[in-house]
């Protein structure tokens, strides 16, 4: 736990990103597993994440993007999509899902499958979306920690256009929106703010005991 505490105190949102420094392909398959073993609501999963890779493609985000650099500096770009309108359809999926992986009959997992439904399909569209958008940032969460792990920088971004982003990906054609943005790469030494200090709120300030 000291080794985590640790490497929370040595990840930053990374201002700057060395652009000739890459994200090995082992390690960028850590960080996915990490995405993908993150913790959801009822364990749906309502996203997607979009690896963008294509040069050009980051160059057409980034001025969508507050012309912030780490757009097309860092060694990846992740874009975290929620999927919209989420609804019986991909309840049903993760129920055939788990009934494989856990060798249960489908008609046993009924009553769970109804709960989700009852609880989910019945809220507005709007409420289901902004859902699955928050489901989001848990395995943006995971993304952060497990590249502090790996001495690996990440920097989660909000600041971006999601209309602009959706239709330069094509997006709205697979019924997805973009929620979060990650940077994720090498910090640049000439990154000034890695050297600065963190600023928190006090452990007597941020928890409350009753």
Request: negative net charge.
């Amino acid at each position: 736990m000291n080794t985590f505490l640790e490497n929370q105190n040595w990840r930053y949102a990374t201002k700057k990103f060395d652009a000739s420094k890459k994200v090995s392909a082992e390690d960028l398959n850590t960080l996915k597993e990490a995405i993908r073993l993150s913790a959801s609501s009822y364990g749906l999963q309502p996203y997607k994440i979009i690896i963008v890779e294509n040069p050009e493609l980051r160059a057409k985000i980034q001025p969508s993007a507050w012309g912030q650099t780490q757009i097309v500096d860092a060694s990846h770009l992740l874009v975290f999509a929620n999927e919209v309108n989420f609804g019986a359809e991909g309840i049903d999926a993760v129920i055939t899902n788990m009934s494989e992986t856990r060798s249960i009959p489908v008609e046993n997992l009924k009553p769970y499958a109804d709960l989700m439904k009852n609880n989910l399909t019945t809220l507005p569209e709007e409420v289901r979306n902004t859902w699955a958008a928050k489901q989001t940032y848990l395995a943006m969460g995971n993304l952060l920690n497990a590249a502090a792990e790996l001495k690996i920088d990440v920097t989660p971004m909000e600041g971006f256009v999601p209309a602009d982003v959706n239709a330069i990906l094509g997006l709205n054609e697979l019924g997805l929106n973009a929620s979060l943005i990650a940077t994720v790469g090498y910090r640049h030494e000439e990154d000034a703010t890695q050297f600065a200090k963190k600023v928190r709120k006090s452990t007597e300030e941020l928890f409350i005991t009753l």
